[in-house]
């Protein structure tokens, strides 16, 4: 890994997605670098908020509630919102999902 490589590995680092000899040489680069000391703990403090997100399954009928919403709002004026688009369609929705055989 070049010198100039070393400033761009500070992420692959935090995520221990170098590989050892990479890994070696970079926290060799680390301990003369305060930017990428800075840089790491930085990466490091993100990274740890990330893991402590937890997916959170929605209450039952929040969906179609927020849907209803969205249907019944009044346009803004001298705006044409057209018709709702079809939740069974979304990107990501059970029944697209379904009816692309599961891709």
């Known amino acids: 890994m070049s010198t ?3 400033h ?12 050892p000899a990479e890994r ?10 305060p930017d990428c000391a800075r840089e790491v703990r ?4 993100t990274a740890a908020l990330l893991g402590a997100a937890v997916s959170v399954e929605p209450p ?3 969906r179609d509630e927020v849907l209803r919403r969205i249907r019944e ?6 705006k044409d919102r057209g018709p709702a688009p079809d939740p069974d369609r979304a990107p990501g929705s059970p029944a697209r999902h379904a009816a692309r055989g599961g891709r």
Request: proline fraction near 8%; glycine fraction near 8%.
């Open 4 to 6: 100039e490589n070393m």
């Open 8 to 19: 761009e590995a500070t992420g692959a680092y935090v995520l221990d997605a170098l590989s």
């Open 24 to 33: 070696a040489a970079f926290e060799e680069h680390l301990a003369t670098c």
């Open 42 to 45: 930085e990466f490091a403090a």
């Open 60 to 62: 039952p009928g929040m």
């Open 73 to 78: 709002a009044p346009a803004a004026p001298g």
